[in-house]
């Protein structure tokens, strides 16, 4: 059953038409489990009921027609209960609803399990048989196995925008789709996949009814393929030998080859765009060659993709837009990676938002964004870029959120909210310089997290006090070898030196995990829980004193460094790296009497961000100069949620009450013991978790650059005291949502609830 389930599985998921997918998974599980029907519904939820996607059995033609609603009949009734139903006479069960259309007369025997991803139902898969019995417990097993591998398929065609379910995606009118914050601000724009590589295997597959404009447009794309590849051929003739110049006559054979063309155009004559049937003729062909046993034809599969894409971007065009128009259309650029360059050629005046389906908030794009003020959403987890492209788009850059398919009634929502944004950012920098203290006069410290545009990021807010968190790794992630001790101690200078009355907290290297270096491979099993942090760098004394003496000798003359350990998790992490900084201030201190200058000592902290040491707060503090809180390792770690898992990443709150009350404790034991304690975690940054960090007792946050202003303003319009009297109820509650509920309604009275509303 294991090897028929993976074959299934495995043949489905290489089918890159969708609807042609579920018709053939429908066959392929009716001649495996020998039965006389397999159907596949899929809910749409805007209509309420399950539509009829495919089937081998039941009469084809109610396939895309016939809907049975959410609680109508056996199938609505599986959906309802979320379980499996096995019935030996289906038209004898109270719940069977007759649809003639389907022509099911003749079957008795029943079984259908629902199709579930995270807890949504996506559908139902059944099987039917002419004589009255009983399905067996193995039948069913494999029944259930199978639709939770069919669950993943149907959320990639979601992403990948290949299910097209009564014109929606899901039956969904409108669509959500979630990535990483990378620059704030609302937008609403066109889609734009601006200058893109266009690759066969990123295509997604589309229908065309005009047949001979299709082929018209395939055959003049090969033909000015052949002029290229000839150009091509021609520059390069004289600088290579004979027998290498031969591969372009590959490419010419295989322009000129009949069946190709010919296999194409049967392909759009079959109701299949140009794009789209190049990419299923192009990867047969490929996957044929794969799989030959001489390693140079083998090798011919490549030359047929590289000249198959050429093909594809003179299908496409060049995709290059006119921006000399007049016309008032915003565009929302989209990119595998956005890039400086990409940005430096688009217009600005034409730029409402950026996309980039790879990329992280420390990630180039996001930078630039951040600088242009253009909010920007990063890593759209397996979300094709054409399921973007040419679509109007409504990004949240405070969430993450990339919304499409919008109604009349979402744009006036999502249009209002921008005016409402927009109006609420004009006032709030207007009161940007005034002083971070609240209604009833705490004053609070709030500081930038950093970590490659520094000195530009504390210029937006002059009223921070210096940086909570510089990331050293990023500069070690821009490069391709670990930067010298002189390229550290320049970049750490440049930073010191700007702002010497500004306290500076640096983080010892923190690699591992999320953030590898690529010229330092680690490949374990579980990099969250395994060598990263404090735990490599002490491992590699080399490394951590350079970096050490790098700090300590861009420091010299200057009293503003702050120096952070990241990933602590027991006493002895910070015994021996006290041992390696005060070898280093010894060796570095001698340098600076030389010259005559003073070396101060820095403050050395430790990150809490591993739930071990909340436990060991009393002994660690008679080690440290301060502490900082990680709130986002220490809320995933918590949690047991990745919080880069999509499975799981809903589990993912700061706000979960074990989380709160840990920081609650942290907080209360460093007031005792008279530590400084900054939080810098995503947490900070909200309006909310500020809210909650101050009626806990922190009194410095340290943030995103783009957020400073927005918990200024925060901070300057409510009372700490009637904070803290919401917090005994705010740690009893049971769940995030009932915290976030507390603290968003008191946001609301104070007349905040504009940033509650804008991503906030």
Request: aromatic residues 6%; charged residues 20%; negative net charge.
């Amino acid at each position: 059953m294991l090897t028929s389930l993976k074959k299934i599985v495995q043949e489905f998921s290489k089918i890159p038409d969708f609807p042609s997918a579920l018709a053939r998974l429908a066959t392929m599980v009716k001649d495996t489990m020998g039965v006389d029907s397999c159907s596949i519904y899929l809910a749409n939820y805007a209509t309420q009921k399950m539509l009829l996607a495919a089937t081998d059995g039941l009469d084809k033609s109610a396939v895309g027609v016939v809907e049975i609603g959410f609680y109508e009949g056996l199938i609505g009734l599986i959906g309802d209960r979320e379980e499996p139903i096995n019935i030996e006479n289906a038209p004898a069960h109270p719940r069977f609803k007759h649809y003639p259309e389907v022509k099911e007369d003749n079957y008795h025997a029943f079984i259908g399990t629902p199709i579930i991803h995270q807890r949504k139902v996506l559908g139902v898969i059944s099987m039917q048989q002419q004589e009255i019995r009983r399905f067996s417990e193995d039948d069913e097993a494999f029944l259930v196995t199978l639709a939770a591998q069919v669950a993943l398929e149907i959320v990639n065609a979601e992403m990948l925008g290949t299910l097209d379910l009564d014109n929606g995606n899901l039956g969904l009118d409108l669509r959500t789709v979630n990535g990483i914050p990378g620059s704030s601000g609302l937008a609403i724009g066109q889609g734009i996949a601006y200058n893109s590589k266009h690759e066969l295997k990123h295509w997604v597959a589309k229908k065309s009814s005009e047949h001979k404009a299709q082929v018209d447009l395939y055959r003049k794309a090969v033909e000015q393929t052949r002029v290229q590849v000839g150009e091509l051929s021609g520059r390069i003739k004289d600088n290579i030998p004979e027998d290498v110049s031969a591969i372009f006559q590959l490419y010419h054979q295989l322009l000129d080859a009949n069946s190709l063309g010919r296999e194409v155009e049967a392909k759009i004559h079959e109701g299949w765009d140009a794009a789209s049937s190049l990419k299923f003729i192009v990867e047969d062909y490929a996957h044929r060659f794969e799989r030959m046993d001489d390693p140079y034809m083998r090798e011919r599969a490549v030359d047929i993709i590289d000249l198959s894409n050429r093909i594809l971007t003179n299908i496409l065009g060049d995709n290059q837009l006119d921006f000399s128009s007049t016309d008032d259309i915003q565009y929302i650029l989209i990119a595998n990676e956005v890039s400086a360059p990409m940005l430096a050629e688009f217009p600005r005046e034409k730029l409402a938002g950026i996309i980039s389906i790879k990329g992280s908030n420390n990630s180039h794009a996001a930078i630039l964004a951040r600088a242009l003020g253009v909010p920007a959403v990063m890593g759209l987890h397996k979300v094709s870029i054409n399921l973007l492209n040419q679509k109007e788009l409504f990004i949240d850059g405070y969430s993450g959120e990339v919304t499409l398919n919008l109604t009349d009634q979402a744009r006036q929502d999502y249009t209002a909210l921008i005016t409402q944004e927009e109006a609420l950012q004009a006032k709030i920098a207007l009161e940007a310089n005034n002083p971070s203290v609240s209604v009833d006069g705490i004053p609070v410290s709030l500081l930038v997290n950093t970590g490659l545009s520094a000195n530009l990021e504390m210029d937006q807010f002059l009223q921070g006090d210096g940086v909570g968190l510089y990331r050293t790794e990023i500069p070690f992630m821009m490069r391709e070898r670990f930067p010298s001790e002189q390229e550290q101690r320049d970049l750490y200078h440049s930073l010191l030196s700007a702002h010497p009355s500004k306290e500076i907290t640096m983080r010892t290297l923190d690699v591992g995990g999320d953030k590898p270096l690529s010229y330092f491979p680690i490949i374990e099993e579980n990099p969250f829980l395994g060598w990263r942090g404090i735990r490599l760098t002490l491992d590699h004394p080399d490394i951590f004193l350079v970096q050490i003496r790098a700090m300590l000798r861009a420091s010299i003359g200057l009293s503003n460094l702050h120096i952070l350990l990241p990933m602590i998790s027991n006493i002895s992490e910070v015994v021996e790296s006290k041992r390696l900084i005060n070898q280093a201030f010894l060796e570095v201190s001698e340098d600076a009497e030389k010259q005559g200058e003073t070396l101060v000592k820095p403050a050395i902290g430790i990150m809490l961000e591993v739930p071990a040491v909340v436990f060991q707060l009393p002994q660690l503090a008679q080690h440290v100069d301060f502490f900082s809180v990680g709130t986002n390792d220490l809320t995933q770690y918590l949690l047991a949620v990745d919080r880069n898992n999509p499975r799981v990443s809903t589990l993912y709150s700061s706000y979960h009450p074990s989380v709160l009350n840990a920081l609650q404790q942290i907080v209360d034991c460093a007031s005792e013991f008279n530590i400084p304690v900054t939080v810098c975690g995503e947490l900070a940054g909200e309006p909310a978790g500020a809210l909650v960090l101050l009626a806990m007792g922190y009194r410095k946050l340290s943030m995103n650059a783009h957020s400073l202003r927005k918990i200024n303003w925060v901070i300057r319009n409510v009372s700490v005291q009637d904070a803290k009297e919401l917090l005994p109820a705010i740690l009893n509650q049971a769940s995030p949502e009932q915290v976030k509920a507390i603290l968003n309604q008191y946001l609301e009275s104070q007349h905040l609830g504009g940033l509650v509303r804008a991503g906030g």
